[in-house]
């Protein structure tokens, strides 16, 4: 059973058995790849032969976490982060400390050997940022208050690796270490201020590429017109940055996430988005068969008691010093309970920790694996622990509240209206809108032009509005409006089938270059039509008559006339266009009624059917 | 010399004799200016200050326009609603129209005849006029009768001639006279 190709329809195929059911049965996709990773591990169809393959996997697909990060960076802009930095230091700091305190504690006190409690401890109060992060998404509350503070915590988290990664040589006993064990790359062997230094370094070379060089970079690229340049590009950033960072020992999501609220700025973060995206999913999906597939059962069976106990005990542990967390910053007690329930398992790093205290000699090898058995125990247990939340307590919490239903939490960055294209005829328009207050996510797939616009301090992004993913990420679902204003009918056709399909709710207004295309997208359901010459024409003609003599108010309301008999005729030939020749004789008939129309509106009679302010027939009457 | 603004106010002026009669009289007059409301501002949207400014170097201003439903025209309403704001045209601080002249010179299908307790419209031109009357009175300005043109339905050249060099007269009489004789309504 080897080969990649064979290995990897088995993981696909368990994600796509699995995966759909636990969705199905409102368990959230995580769960859904864990049982799929339980299934085809060495407990199950023994597809996966032992944990430390299922640990390889792991190890190799952590890089979902890193990329999850990244993107999860590009939706935070510098300033709201530094707005979360209150919650960062004191929840973030105050969970890490007490929740490491306490199991270090209580480790001591059941007469555990110190240094393998601090081990644990440390290990333990960090919670898995892979599967909080992508139950929240799945759920919709990245922004709700209780989403707010578990970012905030796992941030805090992401930062501790840090630290916790250099506690762990001092605590080993000495003579028993070798730097090779270390894990901190090759600076293991420098002096402290040299490894400080670099650190310093590595941090402001992923500013100041993000800041200089990936603008550039991605400019130049997209010039090419070749998507899958582009997404190799968007790789390149999130690899190169994680591999300087694994260079000089930080936590490379710490990294890319930096790098991610950098480029949260930039007109390519929508691109950037829809194109990493698949890759975070699929690599993140393996992540957690993977932990699946690294439960050791044969341990959990032997000593099931004890084992499940410590699990629950942790789990309790954290979701204790959480809640009290929660309670101070007052979420309410729904909230508070899938806060600390959502960050209550362990870490997927801790199974780095505990190989790195192994080779230490901190841990003994049946330490080390009853604390992974805990470890990924804990991380299944949690999606089951918020799926009783979300069905059985939540709603009978909310119906017992009898406070009025919180408001949605802040604006969200969507904006109600999309704009794509943003050439003269877009500029103008979204300046208009701007003028009064709309803010439009505006798309464009010129890249000097949407560079240009960015320095102006237009929101421009760069991409191509006919991609689905693209208008994902613009918040099609979300936005009320998108308006076209862009001149190819292809592109439009394409975008307004897009929308037809899968926004529907959205209301779409397109640009037309003439009649034809107007007729064309008439037929394919488009109610909003703007022929982009209809309205300049007919004012040039306002101004002409106005210089001959007509009266201006006459003329503004000659001219509304005019269009609106325009707009009319066009609803009408529309019906005939597939008879060619009924649309013809159609047209001609029109153009007979738009001459006696016309000659009408020119002879002293203003038009055949106005006759406000006329006074002929009274003169008539009697006075 | 007084100056005059004429603030002329009729949507389909192209159609009206009669008002093309009276402008036709005035509109070379020194120190006369008109103002074409319709001309200036076919889409309604006045321009506040522009009107306020205009309004400032004139003494004697003329609301003329044709008599719509017992009223003026609606850009005519819409001028009075935007231009004469509080603290500007009256209220605290709103003295820039004080002692100005003011009254309507309009023109009516229907004869003076029918503007009267027996006629079919019931009541006069003055009691038609009040809410122009009090407007001016609301800013301090001084109200003078007003002058009509009506029965335009059947009125012959010479009679309409004869209106148009009357309204040029009195027009000039404001213009030119020592003193406004005529009596006018203003707050005590």
């Given amino acids: 059973m080897d080969g990649f190709l064979f290995n990897a329809i088995i993981y696909i195929l368990a994600a796509i058995v699995c995966v759909p059911i636990a969705k199905r049965l409102g368990m959230g996709a995580v769960l859904g790849y864990l049982i799929a990773g339980i299934l085809v591990g060495p407990y199950g169809f023994e597809f996966i032969q032992d944990e430390t393959q299922g640990q390889d996997i792991m190890h190799s697909t952590e890089f979902g976490v890193v990329m999850m990060l990244f993107l999860i960076g590009l939706e935070l802009e510098p300033k709201n982060l530094w707005k979360m930095r209150d919650l960062i230091l004191k929840v973030g700091l105050s969970q890490v400390l007490v929740t490491s305190g306490l199991i270090f504690g209580l480790g001591i006190v059941i007469g555990v050997d110190w240094r393998i409690s601090l081990t644990a401890g440390l290990s333990m109060a960090l919670s898995s940022t892979a599967i909080v992060l992508q139950s929240l998404k799945e759920k919709n509350q990245m922004n709700s208050p209780s989403g707010k503070m578990s970012f905030g915590v796992l941030l805090l988290q992401d930062i501790a690796v840090i630290p916790i990664l250099a506690i762990l040589p001092l605590l080993a006993v000495a003579g028993t270490v070798t730097s090779e064990a270390g894990h901190g790359g090759f600076l293991e062997n420098q002096p402290g201020w040299i490894q400080t230094l670099m650190i310093f370094g590595a941090i402001g070379l992923v500013v100041l590429l993000g800041r200089f060089g990936f603008g550039p970079l991605l400019n130049w690229v997209s010039k090419t017109k070749l998507r899958e340049l582009f997404t190799a590009s968007a790789l390149l950033i999130v690899v190169g940055i994680a591999y300087l960072m694994e260079m000089v020992g930080l936590s490379p999501a710490l990294g890319t996430f930096l790098a991610g609220v950098i480029l949260a700025n930039s007109p390519y973060k929508h691109a950037l988005e829809s194109d990493l995206d698949p890759f975070k999913g699929l690599l993140l999906g393996l992540f957690f068969m993977a932990v699946g597939a690294t439960i050791n059962f044969n341990l959990i069976f032997s000593d099931a008691v004890s084992i499940l106990s410590l699990t629950l005990g942790i789990i309790l542990i954290k979701a204790l010093v959480l809640g009290v967390i929660g309670k101070i910053k007052k979420l309410n007690l729904g909230e508070n309970l899938s806060f600390s329930f959502g960050l209550a398992q362990v870490s997927e790093f801790s199974f780095v920790t505990y190989a790195f205290a192994l080779q230490l000699g901190i841990l003994a090898t049946t330490t080390s694996d009853l604390l992974m058995a805990v470890t990924a125990l804990s991380m299944t247990f949690t999606p089951v622990f918020s799926l009783v939340l979300d069905k059985l307590v939540v709603p009978i919490l909310e119906k017992k509240s009898t406070k009025p239903k919180r408001e949605s939490d802040e604006i969200s960055e969507k904006n109600k209206v999309i704009l794509v294209g943003f050439s003269h005829f877009g500029s103008t328009l979204g300046r208009f809108l701007r003028a009064n207050g709309i803010e439009a996510t505006v798309l464009d797939y010129n890249p000097d032009q949407v560079d240009l616009l960015r320095k102006m301090g237009f929101k421009v992004y760069f991409g191509d509005a006919t991609r689905l993913d693209l208008l994902h990420s613009a918040g099609a679902e979300e936005a009320k409006i998108l308006i076209s204003a862009i001149n190819s009918t292809e592109t439009n056709k394409k975008l307004v089938e897009l929308c037809q399909e899968h926004f529907p709710k959205l209301e779409i207004m397109i640009r037309a270059k003439n009649r034809y295309e107007a007729f064309e997208l008439m037929e394919m359901g488009v109610e909003n039509i703007y022929r982009e010459h209809l309205d300049t024409s007919i004012r040039m003609g306002q101004e002409a008559l106005q210089k001959l003599g007509f009266r201006a108010h006459t003329v503004l309301r000659l001219a509304a006339q005019f269009r609106k008999y325009d707009e009319d005729s066009l609803k009408i030939l529309v019906k005939y266009r597939s008879n060619q020749a009924e649309y013809i004789s159609k047209i001609r008939k029109q153009i007979e009624i738009q001459e006696t129309l016309l000659s009408g509106e020119l002879s002293r009679k203003f038009s055949m059917n106005d006759h406000v302010w006329d006074s002929d027939q009274l003169k008539d009457q009697n006075d | ?188």
């Fill in chain 2, 1 to 188: 010399m007084r100056k005059i603004l004429v603030l002329f106010a009729h949507p389909k002026y192209e159609h009206s004799d009669a008002n093309q009669a009276l402008i036709h009289a005035i509109q070379d007059l020194e120190n006369v200016q008109i103002r074409d409301l319709y001309e200036l501002y076919p889409d309604f949207n006045i321009n506040i200050q522009a009107e306020q400014e205009a309004l400032f170097e004139y003494e004697v201003i003329i609301w003329q326009h044709p008599f719509y439903w017992y009223s003026c025209p609606p850009l005519l309403k819409q001028w009075i609603d935007l231009v004469l704001e509080y603290g500007w045209a009256y209220g605290t601080g709103g003295i820039f129209l004080k002692n100005k002249y003011i009254f309507n010179a309009f023109t009516s299908g229907g004869s003076r005849g029918i503007y009267s307790e027996q006629g079919k419209n019931r009541f006069t031109i003055e009691e038609f006029l009040r809410p122009f009357e009090q407007t001016a009175y609301l800013c301090n300005m001084r109200y003078l009768p007003p002058f009509h043109l009506g029965g335009t339905h059947r009125i012959t050249e010479t009679e309409l001639s004869e209106k148009a060099e009357e309204y040029k007269n009195l027009v000039l009489s404001l213009r030119d006279s020592d003193q406004i004789t005529l009596p006018y309504i203003q707050k005590a």
